[in-house]
């Protein structure tokens, strides 16, 4: 499935991990025996809801998946960033609960052996244990990260790393080396955790309900969909390029095959982060799906980085069902505000095509003042 993403909407982590799972028929792609090792995204001691880390119902539902097809040598494995205990984070993420429920050991890749290897030049101590697994399943959240923009798949192999060798990646600045790092040590699936990443930090605060969780084979490919997901261009990010020309993967994802299972029928919830409820008051919402509303924050969040979000103060942005059948007047996202002015249609829209529609609002009323 190296071309293909299967992507679900909705709030049941549980109930739509297990769906992807099987429609990606996992248990087929994992030799008779292997060890396998899941590495979620637990890069600080705080819980899922803050944007920040993997949630445990998704582990606890691929543990389960897992164990029901006759899988038994599992281990779950982590290094949090530099200022931060694993085992801290093991415990207030909900982990500890998993690897008793589950008989599912947890390894602090802080605590391990490293070995060096080489890429392109650039030498990196890697847990040993990382190397030791014959199937790697990686984790990620879907979310922003101040330096590389966003992290997915491939920056999250950073905690396979030992803690110097995490600061040696700062100090190389990030990109090439994470690049590296995919080319090294192979991942084999990737199920990423799309249900409340943070907008711009990887160590979350301001949380985006998003509701979606999405697998596939090429953590490229995973991380150019999350780009596009949060209104960038994969070619944006430099590492996203790197390890495209490093043969990891396939930054095209236009050509990619997205399977969607589920569409969207939860409603938009209020959200505590001050950032996202700033982006907000350029929106007029009425009974918008959580999945489209997300999608027109990441868009209002690049609007505001090219200091565009100032257009729409007089003219907030119309989504949701309760605009459908109306003539509302405005400027809508979705094929509920066909009514309004101007609208961009889509069930959700996808991020880049509301960013580029607004983005062509804005000019147009620049031309007119
Ligand atoms: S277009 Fe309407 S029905 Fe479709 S996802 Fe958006 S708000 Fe929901």
């Known amino acids: 499935m190296d071309n293909k993403i299967i992507v679900t909407y909705g709030i049941d982590a549980r109930k ?3 769906e992807v799972l099987e429609s990606a028929k996992l248990a087929d792609m994992i030799p008779k025996d ?6 979620p995204n637990l890069v600080v001691a705080k819980p899922a809801s ?35 205990s694993t085992k801290r984070a093991f415990r207030v993420c909900g982990y500890e609960d998993v690897s008793r429920k589950y008989g599912v050991p947890l390894f602090d890749t802080k605590s ?11 030498n990196m101590e890697i847990s ?31 905690g396979c790393l030992s803690d110097s060798e995490k600061r040696h990646f700062h100090t ?7 690049a590296c790092l995919s080319k090294i040590l192979p991942q084999h699936f990737i199920l990423v955790d799309g249900l409340c990443g943070d907008l711009d930090f990887e160590e979350g605060g301001n949380p985006v309900q998003m509701d979606r969780i999405f697998c596939g084979t090429d953590p490229v490919l995973i991380d150019s969909y999350i780009a596009s997901s949060m209104g960038y261009a994969p070619t944006d990010i430099d590492y996203i390029k790197l390890a495209a020309n490093l043969g990891v993967g396939s930054l095209d994802v236009d050509h990619a095959e997205i399977v969607v299972l589920n569409k969207d029928t939860t409603t938009a919830r209020p959200t505590s982060s001050r950032k996202v409820q700033n982006l907000a008051r350029y929106t007029a919402p009425k009974d918008a799906c959580s999945a489209c509303y997300a999608n027109l924050i990441q868009a209002l969040a690049r609007l505001d980085d090219k200091r565009l979000l100032d257009k729409f103060r007089n003219s907030p942005v119309l989504i949701g069902q309760g605009y459908k059948d109306q003539k509302c007047g405005g400027i809508g996202v979705g094929n509920c505000t066909k009514g309004a002015d101007h609208s961009i249609g889509g069930c959700p829209p996808a991020t880049p095509a509301i960013l580029s529609f607004l983005e062509q609002h804005a000019a147009d009323m620049g031309r007119k003042r």
């Open 34 to 39: 292997a060890r396998i090792g899941i590495k």
């Open 172 to 178: 190389l600045g990030l990109h090439k080396p994470i």
């Open 50 to 84: 803050t944007g920040a880390t993997t949630s445990p119902v998704m582990v606890e539902a691929l543990i389960e998946y897992l164990q029901e097809h006759g899988f038994k040598n599992i281990l779950i494995l982590e290094g949090s960033w530099v200022g931060d």
């Open 16 to 18: 739509m991990t297990k």
């Open 112 to 122: 391990d052996t490293y070995t060096v290897k080489s890429c392109s030049g650039i």
């Open 128 to 158: 040993d244990k990382a190397l030791e697994m014959d199937f790697l399943i990686n984790m990620p959240v879907l979310k922003g990260h101040c330096q590389t923009m966003v992290t997915g798949a491939l920056k999250n192999l950073k």
